[in-house]
Nanobody
Framework: QVQLVESGGGLVQAGDSLRLSCAAS????????MGWFRQAPGKEREFVAA????????GYANSVKGRFTISRDNAKNAVFLQMNSLKPEDTAVYYC?????????????????WGQGTQVTVSS
């Protein structure tokens, strides 16, 4: 059974940092691209960042480029999202996902497995 479990969310002030983690089990993690998505109330789930199975390629949404960094540790079956200079508009539930390809990893439908999400709230 595949499980993706996110952690690290919380309530912070604008300008602060948070590091999200996603622990994966039940899948060949080191052979899967991984992504982070987020969903704010009343909005559709949107792409945040993705990383190739080897960690050699990454991609970011324009809204987070230069502030967020995705990384992974294949030995620990984990993927991370370092979020710096947080803004109120970053407030959302953040989801980790497994799957995708290098050509469509910005698409929700490209991913096979999803975590339950972790809430990030940024106050102004």
């Amino acid at each position: 059974q595949v499980q993706l479990v996110e952690s690290g969310g919380g309530l912070v002030q604008a300008g602060d940092s948070l590091r999200l983690s996603c622990a994966a089990s039940g899948l060949p993690f080191s052979r899967r691209h991984m992504g982070w998505f987020r969903q704010a109330p009343g909005k559709e789930r949107e792409f945040v960042a993705a990383i190739s199975w080897s960690g050699g390629r990454t991609g970011y949404a324009n809204s987070v480029k230069g502030r967020f960094t995705i990384s992974r540790d294949n030995a620990k079956n984990a993927v991370f999202l370092q979020m710096n200079s947080l803004k109120p508009e970053d407030t959302a539930v953040y989801y980790c996902a497994a799957g995708g390809t290098l050509t469509d990893w910005k698409l929700v439908g490209a991913y096979d497995y999803w975590g339950q999400g972790t809430q990030v709230t940024v106050s102004s």
